[in-house]
């Protein structure tokens, strides 16, 4: 979805090639999130122009447009901000006027790129156009642009602030969002904010911080800048209300050691990965805080009064990512990475948690928490897309080992029937991401009813692993491609030690929790002896499924996840139509479909449900169906008879997790086959921040 990058150097002379490259390439690294246009601001000349490039289609073509344009790429600055924007449309087609930045008039007084939507912005602009405002693109983003000046106009005489402007803005909008503001009239400052969609500040400085944390400057009257409640109209009269009154605090952590403002950089930016490179020192900003940057000082304020639940200071944090997780390396695709890396990725995921000797789990992430689960009276797991599969792939260990019933449910659906939810429910939340819009919204309303939220995420610092009250971070490292892979392992291993470590008080479990352990132990193994088998998925790619408009994918009990997921995998990248069918159901309806020509994947590998399953492959072949059929290696009877692919054997809690290797193998090849972009399939995006 939408990406921000923001850039601001401070005593650090740049010239605008160097601004501008720097945006570039700050946005290329947010390309993976998903996007259809892209654009930049920039300083013009003089202090009152800013300049706006915005184009339709890749980054690359944003750049060639910048390097077309007649501008002086030497101008030198000492300090300087600029911003960058991939649009990901949501309301207007992607065309060069939707894309961002937007601005509020003709001479870009306002200029600001936005994450999010704005729900109400219909009202706001309704009462802009009567104003007298007229608007030039179909954006929900463009309201705001116009707001600010409106807002700024009508407080023109009152000295106020960048920052009190903003706050002012921000109190009218309803809705999800993180904005960069810029302004003619506020030259060299920034200001950020953001409620509900992700946004963190790196800092690069040469010499060591004072202090690694920003104090949060709180209001001390109770609105912050006095601005009366909102009017009838929706607006407040920019007329009325005192001036502000900020606890000013010095910005102690930017001071160097010796108390004197030194040369600094600040990166902006909707995820990390496009800070890395520059920065590890990072600062997660909370719902409306809102960031004021000027003269190499970061200042927090709160976009209301203090609630008294709210921390003090913001902390700098270090990032524990490397630049080389989010390159390529000697791959062709992200996706192809990070298949491949699963075999470091479950051990990455299970460090320093999994005692193999004294088959022991820990997660301290769950410390505190865990007598309270154990009571819990059901468990809600709710997630979207692949981590819902994940927690469909484990709801049986889960039941079997902790006997607390246990239900899965998509984040949109649940929240479309209001699922009733209780004190004693305890609610898991799985995101690979932490910041997909209907998964936040379904854990808030969890939080509302007072139910404990536990969060599964692969993104330190994402508002699920903020905001539930306990977790476990997968521990993935960075996934790039839009199709997931790797956290999809990542989160399943995930859920199976927190079944285990839930059940560690009841003795009637234990053998069944060492057979776990002990095939955790094995999976690393395991998932390279299936990757081995590249170049024959590669094969059976191309010679039997490429030409294919469908393919059916079953399997029943645990397999049920892993045909749900490996037909989401096929149908994202490749676009051929796939669906998972649980074998059991095929005839109430499904059987329908089979015929000669039908492709079938039967997952088949041995559990107890083997006999089931076998009677489901009688029921394709007496229909002429020929399955391709995911085994056991050594099940010499279908190995002979029928088109294999052979995995091996592991406790069936964890067969999906190697059930699930040859079929993101074989959506990749099908992708690259079809000459599909793999790692940015049409109308996808990685992180869906919104609903
Ligand atoms: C598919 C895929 C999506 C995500 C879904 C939820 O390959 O990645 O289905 O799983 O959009 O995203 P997260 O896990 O970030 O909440």
Redesign the pocket.
């Known amino acids: 979805m939408c990406g921000i990058f923001g850039y601001l150097n401070f005593l650090v002379e740049r010239d605008r090639r160097f601004v501008l490259d720097t945006l570039i390439k700050g946005l290329s690294r947010l390309e993976y999130r998903g996007y259809d246009s892209a654009g930049l601001a920039v300083d013009g000349d003089t202090e009152d122009q800013t300049f706006i490039f915005k184009q339709v289609g890749k980054v690359a073509a944003l750049k060639k447009l910048v390097d077309t344009q007649e501008i002086d790429f030497e101008k030198s600055y000492i300090s300087h901000c600029g911003m960058a924007h991939t649009r990901w449309a949501t309301h207007g087609q992607p065309s060069q006027l939707n894309s961002h930045p937007h601005r509020s008039d003709n001479h870009n007084e306002f200029t600001l790129v936005h994450n999010g939507i704005i729900t109400n912005y219909k009202e706001i602009k309704t009462l802009l156009e009567k104003k007298g405002f007229s608007f030039e693109t179909e954006t929900d983003t463009e309201c705001v642009a116009k707001l600010t000046k409106y807002l700024y106009d009508s407080q023109k005489n009152s000295d106020i602030t960048f920052t009190d402007l903003v706050k002012m803005v921000v109190k009218e909008l309803e809705g999800s969002f993180a904005f960069i503001f810029k302004s003619t009239h506020f030259p060299n400052e920034i200001v950020a904010t953001r409620r509900g969609s992700p946004l963190l500040i790196g800092v690069k400085t040469a010499k060591k911080l004072k202090v690694d944390f920003v104090d949060v400057e709180f209001g001390n009257a109770p609105d912050a800048i006095n601005i009366p409640d909102k009017d009838p109209t929706g607006f407040m009269d920019p007329t009325e209300g005192g001036r502000p009154q900020m606890n000013r605090s010095l910005s102690r952590a930017f001071m160097s050691e010796d108390g004197m403002p030194q040369p600094i950089e600040f990166f902006l930016a909707s995820d990390a990965s496009a800070i890395v490179e520059h920065t590890k020192r990072v600062l997660y900003l909370e719902d409306d805080d809102i960031a004021h940057i000027a003269d190499g000082e970061l200042h927090i304020h709160r976009l209301r009064r203090d609630d008294g639940n709210s921390p003090a200071t913001r902390s700098i944090q270090t990032l524990e990512i490397e630049l080389a997780e989010i390159m390529k390396g000697s791959f062709d695709h992200f996706m192809q990475k990070e298949i491949y890396e699963q075999p470091e990725s479950v051990v990455n995921t299970m460090r320093g948690r999994v005692n193999f000797e004294t088959h022991k789990v820990t997660l301290g992430g769950l410390r505190g928490y865990l007598s309270i689960i154990r009571r819990a009276r059901r468990i809600v797991f709710i ?5 819902f599969h994940s927690c469909l792939a484990t709801r049986a260990i889960f039941e079997e080992l902790t006997e607390i019933p246990s239900q899965v449910d998509l984040a949109s659906d649940f929240l479309d029937r209001r699922t009733p939810i209780f004190r004693d429910d305890v609610c898991v939340f ?7 819009a209907d ?1 936040i919204m379904a854990m808030r309303y969890c939080l509302e009813r007072g139910a404990v939220c536990v969060g599964i995420t692969n993104t330190v610092g994402s508002s699920i692993s903020r905001e539930t009250h306990c977790g476990v971070h997968i521990n993935a490292g960075p996934e790039i491609g ?3 892979t790797k ?1 999809y392992t990542s989160q399943y291993i995930a859920l199976v030690m927190m079944a285990i470590q839930l059940s560690e008080d009841r003795l009637s479990t234990t053998k069944r929790r060492e057979e776990i352990i002990d095939g955790l132990y094995r999976l690393p193994g395991h998932v390279k002896e299936v990757l081995a088998q590249d170049a024959n998925l590669q094969k059976l790619a191309e010679e039997t499924l490429s030409k294919e408009k469908s393919l059916l994918l079953m399997g029943r009990g645990y397999q049920n996840a892993t045909c749900l997921e490996g037909a ?2 096929i149908k ?1 990248i490749s676009y051929m139509h796939s669906e998972g069918i649980l074998a059991g159901e095929l005839k109430h309806g499904p059987l329908a479909l089979i015929d000669e020509n039908m492709p079938v994947i039967l997952i088949m590998t041995k559990d107890s449900l083997y006999p089931k399953v076998q009677s489901a492959l009688q029921q394709v072949t007496a229909r002429k169906g020929q399955p391709i059929i995911i085994c056991n290696t050594g099940d010499d009877n279908l190995i002979r008879d029928y088109k294999t692919i052979q995995v091996p054997q592991t406790a069936d809690c964890l067969q999906g997790l190697i059930n699930i290797i040859p079929l993101q193998l074989l959506s990749y090849y099908l992708a690259v086959l079809g000459n599909i972009d793999v790692d940015f399939p049409r109308n996808l995006a990685k ?2 921040t919104v609903e």
Do not use: H, N, R, Y
């Open positions: 997630a979207c897309g692949t981590s799985v995101s690979q991401s932490g910041e997909t998964t839009v199709a997931s956290a989401l995998k994202e992180s869906v």
